[in-house]
């Protein structure tokens, strides 16, 4: 179960940082809003896996989640560069988040 409420922490955060950049500097009050919202929901998410997670692997996949798909969203949705290097770097965080969940598995 910790590992389900992992991954919403994680796309909380994707929807957060979104929010952060259409705030545009917290002028936009509802931006503003979702922004302050969806933090608190992946931080308390996050808290609440961490009772029965490795901390460096839970923080890694919550890290992940969130630059990966703030990524891939910036891309397909907001205009962001998608150049070779761009995704084979977002390749490689899968990669690692991939390696540290191997790495720890008991």
Known sequence: MAWIFLVVAGLFE???ALSLKLSDGFSH???SVSFFVTAVLSFGLLSYALKSLDVGTAYAVWTG????GTAV???L???DNASFVRIASIALIVVGIVGLNLAGAH
């Not at 989640?65 to 990966?68: D, E, H, L, N, T």
Request: glycine share 18%; no cysteine; hydrophobic share 80%.
């Open 73 to 75: 969203v910036g891309m």
């Open 77 to 79: 949705a907001m205009g």
């Open 65 to 68: 989640i969130g630059a990966v």
């Open 14 to 16: 994707v929807v957060m």
């Open 29 to 31: 009050v509802w931006w």
